[in-house]
């Protein structure tokens, strides 16, 4: 019985923590999430729903709605950029109303749900660019948390004083390994 209860709460867990934020729902059951996908197929694309994100290049607020370029990054299942994969291209997304560049500054890590909604011209430096174009229904914002993960491979718990090994205090080499994780 305890073995049952303890991997019907793991399940749980583990399907907490695949689930997509409210604010990035979407009435399709599958969006699509691959940027490659709206830009082989820009025409196919058109008015279908999508789920992508990355790191925010630009941010500016125009007469009625705010324009948002963001450097594509692949997704988790539940819509977190994965920092460590290679951005995919370039997107701009366009969200009704004001949104505050100090919130929304480039860097930041930015997902957004809505459909395609055609393509733009424009630059990147002096580079011409075509950027698909979303229309945003939903948003989230991330935020790089810094975890310092420890390992003190050579404990020693049954010695103390002196005359233990290694450093004399019970314990031994300590690694350090500083790892970024992407959350709410």
């Known amino acids: ?7 019907g709460l793991v399940a749980v867990f583990v399907v907490g923590c695949a689930s ?4 990035l729902q979407t009435q399709s059951e599958n969006p699509i999430t691959d940027y490659r996908q709206v830009v082989a197929e820009p025409a196919l694309a058109q008015g279908l729903e999508v ?5 925010i290049a630009a941010i500016t607020n125009q007469q009625h709605r705010t324009r948002i370029e963001i450097v594509s990054l692949p997704l988790t299942k539940d819509g977190r950029p994965m920092l460590d ?6 997107f701009v997304s366009y969200v009704d109303g004001f949104l505050e560049p100090l919130e929304y500054r480039p860097g930041r890590l930015l997902t957004v749900a809505g459909w395609v909604d055609g ?6 430096g002096e580079f011409n660019y075509t950027f698909p174009v979303i229309k945003v229904s939903g948003s989230q914002l991330w935020q790089i948390k810094q975890e310092i993960l420890l390992d003190d491979f050579e404990r020693n718990f049954n ?13 031994g080499y300590t690694r350090g390994e500083v790892t970024q994780r992407v959350t709410k």
């Open 51 to 55: 789920r992508m994100g990355g790191i």
């Open 159 to 171: 010695c103390i004083g002196l005359r233990c090994p290694v450093t004399g205090y019970g314990f």
């Open 20 to 23: 997509v934020p409210e604010s």
């Open 119 to 124: 393509s733009e011209h424009g630059t990147v």
């Open 85 to 90: 994969k290679k951005p995919q291209g370039r």
């Open 1 to 7: 019985m305890f073995r049952a209860l303890f991997l």
